[in-house]
């Protein structure tokens, strides 16, 4: 059966240490490859169904700090307004088209139109841009890592979904008691590509009749 076309990337990383293979929270890892941490907890592959309570989350991480080679950092104002500048580099440079994006105390929301790179390659280049731009600053030492990893992406293959992510983005920062946050270098979703005029011939709108989601 035909797909339809992947139109956008949501990733998503965290700052260094702070989404742990054993997270109580589940986490996108299999294994734990450093033995310091191992019996802080079991894996649980995924998002667990139930959530644990934030003291059990709080107390996880506070061991985990002990134990870690680096300094478990959050982002304060001064470190986001930094990841922000590079973030605005890297999407004039590469010609991305970002939708939201949202820096969070401990990991980052980035939703872009499809672009020639791919995800992973995207996340790379927003994290080596932001982590070169922290230690310019004096924000962070020159050995600490800063980000945690490769983070993750999810695939978007229709406008709604797009939507969603979008609001979803938005409304991570208020939902722990900050402003909503607004960035230069963020555009208004305007539907594409199934924005106003398109061709109804498309490829992509071909993908999306063969399986009964456009009308």
């Not at 996880?60 to 973030?87: G, P, Q, W």
């Not at 600053?137 to 979904?161: Q, T, Y």
């Not at 991570?172 to 011939?201: C, M």
């Amino acid at each position: 059966m035909a797909r339809p076309i992947v139109i956008a990337h949501h990733l998503i990383f965290t700052a260094y240490g702070w989404w742990l293979p054993n997270d109580p929270r589940g986490s996108n890892s299999k294994t734990i490859r450093n033995d310091v941490i191992a019996d802080l907890g079991e894996i649980h592959f995924g998002r667990k169904r139930v959530q644990p309570v934030s003291g059990v989350i709080g107390a996880f991480y506070r061991e985990a700090d002990k134990r870690l080679r680096h300094e478990l950092l959050t982002f304060s104002e001064r470190d986001v307004s930094a990841i922000a500048t590079a973030f605005e580099e890297v999407t004039k440079e590469q010609r991305y088209t970002c939708w939201a994006c949202a820096i969070m105390p401990d990991h980052v929301h980035v939703l872009i139109r499809k672009h020639k790179h791919l995800a992973e390659e995207m996340i790379a280049r927003f994290q080596n841009l932001s982590r070169l731009r922290l230690r310019a600053d004096g924000l962070r030492a020159i050995d600490h890592p800063v980000w945690g990893g490769p983070g993750w992406k999810v695939f978007l293959d229709h406008p709604d979904e797009v939507r969603r992510i979008v609001g979803y983005i938005e409304d991570n920062p208020v939902k722990i008691g900050r402003p909503k946050q607004e960035w230069g270098f963020v555009k208004a979703y305007d539907g594409w590509p199934l924005h106003a005029g398109h061709s109804t011939r498309s490829p992509y709108v071909r993908g999306l009749r063969a399986v009964g989601r456009y009308s």
